[in-house]
């Protein structure tokens, strides 16, 4: 599929129509999305033929970007269950096969089968402190082949440091730099819409491939 294309199946995608702003709920627009699943693919090869995991779903962009890349298998998580119906209708109108598994990510048992790669837009941590490298924790230790993540441009380094050092990380990579574009959702926004510069990361876990499971 072209990148082109991807991106035009995902920009018809339903969002949220009421975000949880304790949540941290912003949708990943397609144009974000469509990048980061095609370069997972056509760089590393790590969608087609993987099972592939989507850590706080949401309304299933990222989930659903993979499974039209030709992923094996997709799981999206995410605790809000509103979210995973919009998640559900999304991926049945697209006549994909996605399971969608309500939960949080902090409390995920992960056992069995292999989950080759994470793909997530996790929560910047603007809300609750540490959020985001929680969720890169638990990709770490659930992904056998690599983690794809999105985190603000001004956490550069702080993100480098926690993966490498406290989340056992082998690797961790920029891909690129993206402008994240947020629109108007919550009373306190005062623009139309905000550009917010944000890191496209790689990064892969410290074991082999073996050590990942399917989480429950």
Known sequence: MKLKQLEGLLGNLDQFANPKIELEQYPTGAHIASRMLYTAENSFGDVSDKVVADFGCGCGTLGIAAALLGADHVIGFDVDTDSLEIAYSNAEDLELDVNFVQCDIGNLECRGKIIDTVVMNPPFGTRNKGADMEFLSVALKVASRAVYSLHKTTTR????????????????????????????????????????????????????????????
């Open 157 to 216: 380094d702080h993100v480098r440091k926690t993966a490498l050092q406290d989340c056992n990380a082998r690797s961790a990579e920029v891909l690129c730099e993206l402008r994240y574009d947020v629109p108007k959702l919550y009373k306190f926004h005062r623009k139309k819409e905000v550009d917010i510069a944000v890191d496209l990361w790689r990064f892969v876990p410290a074991k082999a491939a073996g050590n990942g499971g399917l989480c429950r």
